[in-house]
C-alpha cells in the first residue's frame, strides 16, 4: 500500500499574487515545499526547518490550525480571480459544496466549466473546461464578480502581515491591481470578513468566555477568573487575577493600593509612600554616621525582587468552543456588550390611542363632508 504524503509550503517573508493570466506566484521572500509522510517525527521536522530557512531550533514553536475551507469555496475564489485576470464576467447554474458549475454571462459564448467532488478522495477536482470565448469579455467592466468574499480572499494575507490596513487603501490596492472599483463600505465589510476568518468571530468569542475562565482556574490553581453580565445577558465586566501575580505581590510587593491619583506633595509623606527617605531623613542619617540604606524598604531588595517574580503563569493550552458534555449545569451564555442606538429614545405609548379625523366644513353653507368650491 503507497505511504501517503504530505507537502508542506512554508514560507519565510514575501507573499502570494496573482499574475493577469490567472495563475499566482511568490515575491518579496523565501518560499520551499517539504515532502511529509506519517513516519517522519517532530524533531525531525524541525530540524528540516532550520536546515532550509538557516535558522535554530532552539525556541521553535510549530502551531497547527483547525480551521479548514470548503473546496468548492476555493474553486469559487480562484474562477473569480481567473475572470479578472482574463476580464469576463460570469454567472453559476450550480454552486454547493460538492459541485460548481459556471458559464460565461455573455449570451451564445461556449466559456463554461465544471468541477464534482470524487466519490473515492472526497476532492472536488474540474471534469471539464472550454477556455474559449467568443464574447467581448474584456469590455464587460461591470459583471466582474467584485463581491465581499472574493476581496476578503484577496486581503487576508496582507492583513497577516499588516492587521490595520485601512480600508481606503485596500479599495485603492484592489483598484490598481484587480481593476474592480470598491466604496469605503464594501472595503471595511470585505476587511471585516477576512478578520472574522483570520481571528474568529468575537461573538462566539463571548460565548467561551465562561470556559475561557474554567480553563485558566483548572491550569493556574489559586488563580481567579470571573465575569459578570447585566440583565440581558451582555458582558459587563472581566477579573483576572494570577496565581502567580497574587503570590508575587503577597512575598514580595508593598501592601500598597492606589486608589486615585491624588499625590502626597510633602516630601516626608512621600517616604511614607515611597519607602525611600526624604532629603531631611537623609541629612539626619549623615550627620549621625549611619547609612540611608539600612532605612529603605526591604521591598527594594534583590530577595524581594526574586519572591516577586517566583511563581510562573502557565498557559493555557488551547480554548475552543467546548462540547455539550463539557459544560457546566450552570453555564452562562455570554453575548458581547449592547450599545446605545443613535438617535433619540422611542417613546412608549401607554394604551391604544383612538385618531379622530376632522371633518371638512364648508364656509358657504356651513354643511360637513364638502368645500366651497364643491359646494351646491
Not at 466604496?183 to 483570520?198: D, I
Request: charged share 25%.
Amino acid at each position: 500500500m503507497a505511504m501517503k504524503k504530505i507537502i508542506a509550503i512554508c514560507q519565510s517573508g514575501g507573499e502570494f499574487e496573482t499574475n493577469d493570466n490567472g495563475l499566482l506566484s511568490y515575491n518579496g521572500g523565501d518560499a520551499y515545499a517539504l515532502d511529509l509522510d506519517n513516519q517522519m517525527k517532530l524533531s525531525d521536522f524541525k530540524k528540516e526547518l532550520a536546515d532550509t530557512f538557516h535558522s535554530s531550533v532552539d525556541g521553535m514553536l510549530i502551531r497547527s490550525s483547525r480551521t479548514t475551507m470548503s473546496e468548492a469555496v476555493v474553486l469559487a475564489d480562484l474562477c473569480a480571480k481567473y475572470s479578472i485576470a482574463h476580464g469576463f464576467a460570469y454567472k453559476y447554474k450550480k454552486n454547493d459544496s460538492h459541485r460548481v458549475t459556471a458559464k460565461c454571462r455573455s449570451e451564445g459564448c461556449p466559456w463554461r466549466i465544471y468541477a464534482s467532488r470524487s466519490p473515492t478522495t472526497q476532492v472536488v477536482c474540474i471534469k471539464t473546461m472550454k477556455p474559449t470565448h467568443t464574447c467581448e469579455g474584456a469590455s464587460v467592466k461591470a459583471g466582474y464578480q467584485s463581491t465581499r468574499g472574493l476581496v476578503r480572499s484577496i486581503i487576508k494575507e496582507k492583513l497577516k502581515v499588516s492587521p490595520n490596513y485601512k480600508p481606503k487603501d485596500i479599495a485603492s490596492y484592489i483598484k490598481r491591481e484587480y481593476g474592480i472599483q470598491l466604496n469605503y463600505t464594501q472595503a471595511w465589510r470585505a476587511k471585516e470578513m477576512a478578520r472574522e476568518q483570520l481571528q474568529g468571530s468575537y461573538k462566539e468569542a463571548y460565548t467561551q468566555l465562561p470556559y475561557f475562565c474554567e480553563r485558566i482556574m483548572e491550569t493556574n490553581p489559586g488563580s481567579i477568573a470571573t465575569f459578570a453580565t447585566k440583565e440581558d445577558s451582555s458582558f459587563h465586566r472581566l477579573f483576572i487575577s494570577f496565581h502567580a501575580s497574587i503570590s508575587g505581590f503577597q512575598q514580595g510587593c508593598r501592601p500598597l493600593l492606589f486608589l486615585d491619583s491624588n499625590q502626597l506633595y510633602s516630601n516626608c509623606k512621600g517616604w511614607q509612600i515611597t519607602g525611600l527617605p526624604c532629603c531631611h531623613a537623609i541629612a539626619v542619617f549623615e550627620s549621625l554616621g549611619r547609612s540611608a540604606y539600612d532605612y529603605c524598604s526591604r521591598y527594594f531588595t534583590s530577595e524581594s525582587y526574586r519572591l516577586t517574580y517566583a511563581e510562573s503563569i502557565l498557559p493555557v493550552p488551547n480554548v475552543e468552543k467546548p462540547v455539550e458534555s463539557d459544560l457546566t449545569e450552570a453555564a452562562v451564555t455570554v453575548t458581547p456588550p449592547t450599545k446605545r442606538p443613535p438617535g433619540r429614545p422611542k417613546m412608549k405609548q401607554t394604551g391604544t390611542l383612538i385618531m379622530i379625523k376632522r371633518q371638512v366644513m364648508c364656509s358657504n353653507c356651513k354643511g360637513l363632508g364638502h368645500n366651497k368650491k364643491t359646494c351646491k
